[in-house]
C-alpha cells in the first residue's frame, strides 16, 4: 500500500482529499477543554516523571561547541545530580556535526542522539544533499533523524513529491544496516490550515515515517495543542486502519510543566494510554526540563527552589 | 512498557468552602428575608443525598406580599428611574456575579449536581454575561427597533427550571431589569440556593427593594405566582406539560406569556462532516449538563454512509467521559437532578430496549450513593419509538440513520416540539438549504449548545413562543 501510493501522485491526491475534514473551531474547542483537565497530587507525579523521560533535550544553534553538546548530555543522562530517582531524558536532539560529540557522551546511558537532517530547517536543497546529509548522521551514530518536509512541494499540491523524499531519507537511515528512527517534521507553522495538518500527517505516516513531528522550532507558531490533539487523531486511526503505529513529537514553544501535563491529557484522552510512553511520544524541548525539575521539586519538598536549584543547560 | 493506567487522574476536589450554607433560608421579599408563612422544605445535594437546607414554602399568602412589593417598586422607583440608572445597577450586579463565581459555581453543582467545571465555566459566565448585555441595552430601548419609547409591562412573574438554575435566573431577570420592569422569581424546587444567594447580590448591589422578589416553593407556588392578578407578564420555561397548564391559566386574562418548554432536538450529521468535531458535538449536544438541556441534541441523525464510523468513534470517546463527584473538577457527567428525574430516565431507557433498541454504555463505575446515570446511547432506533418521540432529559441518545439530505429534513422535523437542531457537514450551502427548512428555533452550523446573550432563544410548537435573548429577548419585557 505504502509503496504503490508514494509514486501514485493522484491516488495520493485522492486519498488526502478524502480524509474527513477538520473545523478549525471545533478542534480549539476541543483542545481548549483538554487542557482544563485537573492533573494533582500523585496523577502529578506519575505525569512529571513522564514528561521528563519523554523529553528531547534539544539544542539547535549557530553557537553551538563539543562543549555545549557535552554539558547538555551530562544534563540529560542526569537531571537532578542530588535525585536519584530522577529519569533521563528520551534523548539529546543537535545538528548532524555533533552527533559525534553527543555518541560518545551518552554512550551505555540508553539515551538517545536525535541528529536534525536533510537541510534543517527550511529543507531547501537537493534531495543528493539531504540524503547525504541524513547518511552522514546515522552513520556517525545517530539513533533518530530528524527531517523536515519539503512545505513548498505540499503546499503547491506535489505530494508524491514529498512522499517520495521521505521514503528515500528512510532508505536513507538503513543505510549499512543502520536502522535510525525517521522523525517527519510537517512544520505545521506553514502549513496554515488544520486540513493540511492532517493530510501533511497521513501523508509522512503512509510514506514511513516512525514519528509525525510538529515544527523545527524555528518559525513561529511551533507546537500547539490543537495541531497536536490533530495529529494524535490522525496516529490512532492510521493504526486502526493499517495495524502500525506512529509516534507523535510536539516541538518548540513547550516552556511550563503545566502546558507538557496539558499534552499528556490530550494523548491520554485521544492517540490513548499506548502513546503514553517515551517510544510513542516526545516533547521537542530545551527549556521545559528544568521547569519540569522546578515542578518536581516543588511537588517533593512542599517549596518553590528556584532558578538556581537547577542546572542552566 | 505497557502504560494502561499510568495515568489514572487523582481526585481534584473543588473546595466548599467557599460558600456559606445556611440551616434555613427565607423568602426574598422587599429587599429582606423573610419567614414564609407555610412551612418549609429540603433542598439536597443529588450527588450524596444529603440535606444542604431548609428553604421556606411560599403560600399565596407570600406572593401576594411579594407582588405587592414588586409593585410598589414598579409604580414609585424602579419604572421612573432613567434607562442609564437602571443600567448601574444592573452592571453592579453583573460585576458581582463575576467576583463571586466560584461561590456561585460550587453552590450550583452542590444544588444541581452538575460538575463544577461546567457550573465555572458555562453556567456562571454566561450568567454574568446576560446582565452585562442586558445592562447595556437599559439606555437604548429607543433604538431596539420596537418603536419611539417602548414602555415597560410592570410586574413580571417568572417560573424557572431546575436545569440551569442561576442561568435561567439571568435570562429571565436581566432583560425584565433592564426593560423597566420588576420581577417576582420562582426558583425549582430542587435548586433554590443559588437564586437565594442572587438575592444577597441585590442587597450588595443596593437594588432599590422590591424590584426582584424569590420566592421559593413547589408547584403551587409557582402556579400561585403565575395566576396572581397582579401580574402582567408571565415567563416561564420548564416542561411542556406545565407549560400548557400556564397558557390555560392565564388565557383570557391582560398577561402578556412567553414559555421556553421541552425539545427533542435533531442532530444531523451528513457525510461530508469533519467527523472528529461532529463526534465532540455529539457528546456536548447530549451529555452536556447530563442531558438536563431543554434544547439537547438527543436525537443524533447521521448519514447511513458514514454511521457505522461516527458510532464506532462517539463509543470511543464515551470511554473517556468521567461520571461521579461533580465537585471534582474532572467530571465530565455528575449527578441527575433528582430520584424523580432519574426514574423517569429509567424508565423511557427500559421502553428503549423492550421496543427493541440496542442500548449501550461505556463501563464506568457509579456512585454508591446519590443519583447517577452512565451515559447512554440507542442504536437501531426508529422514529416510532418513545425514546425517538418523548424528551428523555437525561444523558440518553437515540441514534438514527437517514440517506437524502431531503429524508433528513423530513425526520428532523418529525417531531412535536421544535426548539434546536444541528447539522454538520463541510457544505456552506447544505448549512444554509437546511437552516431554512428547520422547524426548530435555533438551528447550529458545526457546534451545538452554544450560547450567548445576543443571540435569540426559543421555540416552534410544543416548545414553546417567544423569544429570551439578543434584541428579540426585549421584546418580551416592552409594550410595543
Known sequence: MTAQLALDEAGLRRLLHGLPPVDQVGADARAAKLGTRSIKTSAKAQALDLAVRMVDLTTLE?????????????????????????????????????????????????????????AFPSGRAPLAVKLAD???????????????????????????????????????????????????????????????????????????????????????????????????????????????????????????????????????????????????????????????????????????????????? | MANSGIFEYAPAPESRSVVDLKASYGLFVDGEFTEGSAGSFKTVNPATEEVLAEVAMGDDADVDRAVAAARRAYDQVWSRLPGRERAKYIFRIARIIQERARELAVLESLDNGKPIRESRDVDIP???????????????????????????????????????????????????????????????????????????????????????????????????????????????????????????QVAGTAKKVTLELGGKAANLVFEDAPLEQAVEG?????????????????????????????????????KTLRVGDPLDKNTDIGAINSAEQLAKIRTLSEAGEAEGATRWSPPCELPERGFFFAPTIFTGVSQAHRIAREEIFGPVLSVLTFRTPAEAVEKANNTAYGLSAGVWTDKGSRILWLAQRMRAGVVWANTFNRFDPTSPFGGYKESGYGREGGRHGLEAYLDV
Open chain 2, 126 to 248: 454566561l450568567a454574568a454575561a446576560h446582565f452585562f448585555y442586558y445592562a447595556g441595552w437599559a439606555d437604548k430601548l429607543p433604538y431596539a427597533n420596537l418603536g419611539p419609547d417602548p414602555k415597560p409591562l410592570g410586574v413580571a412573574g417568572q417560573v424557572i427550571p431546575w436545569n440551569f438554575p442561576l442561568l435561567m435566573l439571568a435570562w429571565k431577570v436581566a432583560p425584565a431589569l433592564a426593560c423597566g420592569n420588576t420581577v417576582v422569581l420562582k426558583p425549582a424546587e430542587t435548586t433554590p440556593l443559588t437564586a437565594l444567594l442572587f438575592a444577597e447580590i441585590c442587597q450588595q448591589a443596593d437594588l432599590p427593594p422590591g424590584v426582584v422578589n424569590i420566592v421559593t416553593g413547589a408547584g403551587a407556588t409557582g402556579a400561585a405566582v403565575v395566576g396572581h392578578p397582579g401580574v402582567d407578564k408571565v415567563a416561564f420555561t420548564g416542561s411542556t406539560e406545565v407549560g400548557r397548564l400556564i397558557a390555560k
Open chain 1, 62 to 118: 549557530g553557537a553551538d561547541t563539543p562543549g555545549k553538546v557535552r554539558a547538555l548530555c551530562a544534563k540529560g543522562i542526569r537531571p537532578e545530580p542530588d535525585q536519584p530517582d530522577c529519569p533521563s531524558v528520551a534523548a539529546i536532539c543537535v545538528y548532524g556535526d555533533m552527533v559525534p560529540t553527543a555518541k560518545a557522551a551518552l554512550a551505555g546511558t540508553g539515551v538517545k542522539v536525535a541528529a536534525v537532517a536533510t
Open chain 1, 134 to 313: 541524513t547518511v552522514a548522521a546515522v552513520e556517525a551514530g545517530a539513533d533518530e533523524i530528524d527531517m523536515v518536509i519539503d512545505r513548498g512541494a505540499f503546499l503547491s499540491g506535489r505530494y508524491a513529491l514529498v512522499a517520495e523524499e521521505i521514503a528515500a531519507v528512510k532508505a536513507a537511515c538503513r543505510t549499512n544496516g543502520h536502522d535510525a528512527h525517521l522523525k517527519v517534521i510537517l512544520e505545521t507553522g506553514e502549513l496554515a490550515t488544520y486540513d493540511n495538518v492532517k493530510r501533511a500527517s497521513w501523508l509522512a505516516m503512509l510514506a514511513g515515517a516512525d514519528f509525525i513531528k510538529t515544527s523545527t522550532g524555528k518559525v513561529s507558531p511551533a507546537a500547539t495543542l490543537p495541531v497536536t490533539l490533530l495529529m494524535l487523531e490522525s496516529v490512532r486511526d492510521f493504526r486502526a486502519q493499517t495495524g502500525r503505529q506512529v509516534g507523535v513529537k510536539p516541538a518548540g514553544g513547550i516552556r511550563t510543566a503545566k502546558d507538557a501535563i496539558k499534552y499528556l491529557v490530550t494523548v491520554n484522552e485521544t492517540a490513548g494510554p499506548d502513546w503514553l510512553d517515551p517510544d510513542w511520544f516526545r516533547f521537542g524541548a530545551s527549556s521545559l526540563l528544568n521547569d519540569l525539575l522546578l515542578q518536581r521539586r516543588k511537588l517533593a519538598t512542599g517549596v518553590y527552589s528556584g532558578p538556581d536549584y537547577v542546572t542552566v543547560d
Open chain 2, 282 to 318: 455529539i457528546v456536548d449536544g447530549i451529555f452536556f449538563n447530563q442531558g438536563h438541556v431543554c434544547c439537547a441534541g438527543s436525537r443524533l441523525l447521521v448519514q447511513e454512509s458514514v454511521a457505522e464510523e461516527v458510532v464506532d468513534r462517539l463509543r470511543e470517546r464515551m
